[in-house]
């Protein structure tokens, strides 16, 4: 059964840092990794997907590695902000025809301005 | 971008009453449906499948009876949380997925409080 874990499951960081969120996964056999921002009472946001074939994926101050063979995936935020506090989620899909997703346990990120 | 609508946003009622969630797909068609739910501080939980035309994919643990979901059109799938009960005070979120698309877009999410 796949269980997907994040680490920390909170941070705080003052605005400006550069800071790192980690996802790791049970079963490496995965289709494809997402990344999710949630704003409290909200629903999900798409950050970033990597496919199982990629190892990362960029856009703007956001940057997610995956690395299958360990289970981990990273997600790098650069020059905080306060407006990216809000709770992180990671997901994998597993392989095969399902479009299931399996869900992290999420991470509340804080960036004090 | 793909757009999933949920309604309502929230939601009281008492206990013994149903309530129901509808999930639409604004800009595309959605064969395929996903509802979660999510307790406090807790990640999401997927809750079932839902196909248009034929009958949802349960998780194991998820009550078929009490969680009925119907997805009658492409873009329409309805969760009607039957009989609810204080437990079953959740936020539920619905997902959907547009073809040729790998992402997943998610609807607002439901916060449902059973008194």
């Known amino acids: 059964k796949q269980e997907v874990t994040q680490i920390p499951a909170a941070l705080s960081v003052p605005e400006g840092e550069n800071l790192v969120l980690n996802c790791s996964f049970t079963?490496?056999?995965?289709?494809?990794l997402q990344w999710f921002r949630q704003d409290p009472g909200k629903g999900l946001t798409s950050l970033l997907l990597?496919?199982?074939?990629?190892r990362e994926q960029t856009s703007g101050r956001l940057n997610a590695s995956l690395d299958k063979s360990s289970g981990r995936s990273t997600l790098y935020i650069a020059a905080s902000q306060p407006g990216d506090s809000a709770t992180y989620l990671c997901a994998v899909r597993r392989g095969g025809a399902t479009n299931k997703l399996i869900f992290g346990t999420g991470t509340l990120l804080a960036v004090q301005p | 971008g793909a757009v999933v609508s949920q309604h309502p946003s929230w939601v009281i009622c008492k206990s013994g009453t149903s309530v129901k969630i509808e999930c639409r797909s604004l800009d595309f068609q959605a064969t395929t449906m996903f509802w979660y739910r999510q307790f406090p501080k807790q990640s999401l939980m997927l809750m079932a499948t839902s196909n248009e035309g034929s009958k949802a994919t349960y998780e194991q643990g998820v009550e078929k009876d009490k969680f009925l979901i119907n997805h009658a059109s492409l873009t329409l799938s309805t969760l009607t949380v039957t009989s609810a009960h204080p437990e079953d005070s959740s936020f539920y979120i619905c997902?959907?997925?547009?073809?040729?698309?790998?992402?997943?877009?998610f609807g607002s999410g439901t916060q449902l409080s059973v008194l």
């Open positions: 997902s959907a997925r547009r073809e040729g698309i790998e992402k997943l877009f």
């Open positions: 990597i496919q199982s074939s990629q």
């Open positions: 079963d490496s056999a995965i289709y494809n």
